[in-house]
T-cell receptor
Framework: KNQVEQSPQSLIILEGKNCTLQ??????????LRWYKQDTGRGPVSLTI?????NTKSNGRYTATLDADTKQSSLHITASQLSDSASYIC????????????FGTGTSLTVIP | KAGVTQTPRYLIKTRGQQVTLSCSPI?????VSWYQQTPGQGLQFLFE???????NKGNFPGRFSGRQFSNSRSEMNVSTLELGDSALYLC?????????????FGPGTRLTVT
């Protein structure tokens, strides 16, 4: 069954600290994996897109890693800011099926001062 | 460039009614995808349109339908509304078919069915 699972479901960290969010997927064949940030009341905003040949991709303080062998991805946030408080969604595209996306249910991150 | 716009932003309907939501993609984008987002299920894919043709469809009943116009604007229709249709409906546009391209999401339409 094609699935995307994220952990933890929610996370609270102090401002300035680092954190890592996890994503495990069983989607096959795999085409690419995306991380989105969704602020409350807004649409998701893309952070990174990675294909199976990419191990790491950064976007400012956000760094995503991908291990296509173990079907795991992580999103590392460095020096967190209050504005990082949001839901982070992992999305996998299944290959050879057009545009069949599979979404995780997200990790809700709260950064407190 | 202006972002993806969705209208209306909020909507309250009664069970059994129908509703039409509108999405205007970023200028030049030819693909529009629709998603339903609920607290329990997360984001779920409804369908994607590219050059006025439906290219892919998720696992939703036939009450959910859509179309795309020649200017790439898209509408989504839900007939015979049920309480479970209450959700945030998001549309996303991309330059070409969304598989290999960046998707840009609109702010969503919050639909409440009473």
């Amino acid at each position: 069954k094609n699935q995307v699972e994220q952990s933890p479901q929610s996370l609270i960290i102090l401002e300035g600290k680092n954190c890592t969010l996890q994503c495990n997927y069983t989607v096959s064949p795999f085409s690419n994996l995306r991380w989105y940030k969704q602020d409350t009341g807004r649409g998701p905003v893309s952070l990174t897109i990675m294909t199976f040949s990419e191990n790491t991709k950064s976007n400012g303080r956000y760094t995503a890693t991908l291990d296509a062998d173990t079907k795991q991805s992580s999103l590392h946030i460095t020096a967190s800011q209050l504005s990082d408080s949001a839901s982070y969604i992992c999305v996998t595209l299944r290959g050879n099926t057009g545009n069949q996306f599979y979404f995780g249910t997200g990790t809700s991150l709260t950064v407190i001062p | 460039k202006a972002g993806v716009t969705q209208t209306p932003r909020y909507l309250i309907k009664t069970r059994g009614q129908q509703v039409t939501l509108s999405c205007s993609p970023i200028s030049g984008h030819r693909s529009v995808s629709w998603y339903q987002q609920t607290p329990g299920q997360g984001l779920q894919f409804l369908f994607e349109y590219f050059s006025e043709t439906q290219r892919n469809k998720g696992n939703f009943p036939g009450r959910f339908s859509g179309r795309q116009f020649s200017n790439s604007r898209s509408e989504m229709n839900v007939s015979t509304l049920e309480l479970g249709d209450s959700a945030l409906y998001l549309c996303a546009s991309s330059l070409m078919e969304s598989g290999a391209y960046e998707q840009y999401f609109g702010p969503g339409t919050r639909l409440t069915v009473t």
